[in-house]
Structures are given as C-alpha cells and as structure tokens.
C-alpha cells in the first residue's frame, strides 16, 4: 500500500525512543518522540515548517521566546525561521508526534535517547520511505 495509515496515537503513545522517522515523503516526514520528565527537544530553528501533535503528557511549547503551557490533544505548528522548543514540564514522559515540511531527517532513522540525536549528523539525503 502506498503512503501511511495506521493509528498514530497507538504508535506515539507506546513509543519510547527520543526520535523514531516513521515515514518520509517527498513533501513531508512524519516522526514519533518521547520526552521524559525534564527533557527536552532543544532550541532550533528550521528552514522548514514543523508541527507537533501532543498524544500524552504535559510541557511546554516555546516559539520565539513565548512560552505556552500544552498537554494532551494540543497542536503547535511552528513555521520556517522560528526558534522553537519543545519541554517535558510533566512528571511522566511526553508522548507526540510531528510533521517536518520538508522532510528533515534520514528515512528509517532511530535515535533512543536526546544524547544519541546530538551525537548524529544524519540529515534528509532525499531518500523517502517508498523509494
């Protein structure tokens, strides 16, 4: 079958890994986390649109300096050029999912941990999950 459908609530909420690419198209990525308490995905900012999807847990969206509090069932789109955070406020872990536009990431890539993201200079190489 081509493209993607299955029950992305169920794939974030039982996802443990930092970061996990579940499948890249040409135009955009889809990409599961997990934050634990305190964690977070780091400051940056894209070339690329970006939005979040909350499936579980509490945090803390920053965007250009603004801080808001999210939970469970909120969304956060984060348009090209915005310096941009994600934060685990809660005391369980953060359970979301996020969309790159363009893609962002290797297709297939696993990053258990932040400290294994950072350590990775993996980026897009064009390759998307249908070849």
């Not at 603004?66 to 969304?75: E, N, S, V």
């Not at 297709?107 to 993996?122: F, I, L, N, Q, S």
């Amino acid at each position: 079958m081509k493209g993607f459908v299955k029950n992305i609530e169920d794939i974030s909420v039982k996802n443990k890994n930092f970061r996990e690419v579940l499948y890249t198209a040409n135009h955009t990525q889809l990409v599961v986390m997990s934050l634990k308490p305190g964690e977070e995905i780091g400051m940056e900012k894209h070339k690329l649109d970006q939005f979040f999807r909350v499936e579980e847990g509490t945090g803390e969206a920053v965007l250009d300096g603004d801080h808001t509090p999210i939970k469970a069932g909120f969304a956060v789109l984060v348009p090209a050029g915005t310096e941009h955070n994600i934060v685990n406020t809660g005391s369980a872990a953060l359970k979301l999912y996020t969309l790159y536009s363009p893609p962002n990431h290797q297709d297939g890539v696993v990053h258990r941990t932040r400290a294994d993201a950072e350590k990775d200079t993996e980026h897009f190489d064009g390759k998307t999950t249908e070849k």
